[in-house]
């Protein structure tokens, strides 16, 4: 049972250039989570998803980043026109259907590093 | 907001010690606590979860204890080995109505276990 996989897991940009991260949940997992983390920085959360639905938004910059996470393949992290700021790693993690209130145990991916040139 | 603080930054010991890690957190009002692991240039590992109803919970050599009123949680560690050598992060679970969803992450311990 393959754990959640990230790719690319290094991607470098110049400023102004597209990137996209894209990350496969683990199997059975319906619910996926973005975090990012900065240089020095402790992981700050980012969108939280279920297929075809955004449920928490809230800890994405409101211009610029955007999430999906469609009825079939990846969910992905779209971010557009990158900026110096944007350099981090952004780490993925899914959890199975929560039954109870709460996040329940999350299962992070390896993460993507962007470089922002 | 929750604030998730971690204490201390670093912490370098020799092999064999036991030893704690400190994690404490502003709002008491919580699902669940974890603890993970993260190693240079990699993902997270989840090492322990307490849910908000439990003290502790134990793995193998690791110990982690909840105090919800408190704010606060330890991580034990015992005859620690130098492959325990990592950077761990404490993270909560919000009960928020209607605020964001996911972990709260503390900035993280990092540990060094001397040979």
């Known amino acids: 049972n393959a754990g959640v996989m990230q790719n690319p897991r290094h991607l470098v940009r110049r400023r102004g250039q597209e990137a996209r991260l894209r990350c496969s949940p683990m199997?059975?997992?319906?619910?996926v989570y973005w975090y990012r983390q900065l240089p020095e920085e402790g992981l700050k959360f980012m969108v939280y998803l279920q297929k075809e639905n955004i449920i928490d938004e809230s800890g994405m910059p409101k211009e610029r980043f955007s999430a999906e996470f469609p009825k079939e393949g990846p969910s992905i992290l779209r971010i557009q026109q990158v900026v110096r700021g944007d350099s981090a790693a952004y780490f993925c993690?899914?959890?199975?259907?929560?039954?109870?209130?709460?996040?329940?145990?999350?299962?992070f991916g390896e993460g993507s590093r962007l470089t922002v040139l | 907001k929750q604030e998730v603080t971690q204490i201390p930054a670093a912490l370098s010991v020799p092999e064999g010690e036991n030893l704690v890690l400190n994690c404490s957190f502003t709002?008491?009002?919580?699902?669940?606590l974890q603890w993970f692991r993260q190693d240079p240039g990699k993902g997270l590992t989840s090492l322990l979860l307490?849910?908000?109803?439990?003290r502790e919970q134990t793995s193998g050599r690791l110990n982690a204890s909840l105090d919800k009123s408190s704010g606060r949680s330890t991580l034990y560690i015992a005859a620690s080995q130098p492959g325990d050598s990592a950077t761990y992060l404490c993270a909560v679970d919000v009960r928020s109505g209607g605020g964001a969803d996911g972990l709260t992450f503390g900035k993280g311990t990092h540990l060094i276990i001397q040979p």
């Open positions: 709002d008491s009002a919580i699902y669940n």
């Open positions: 307490i849910q908000s109803s439990q």
């Open positions: 199997k059975g997992h319906s619910h």
């Open positions: 993690a899914s959890s199975p259907p929560r039954p109870k209130p709460g996040t329940g145990e999350l299962f």
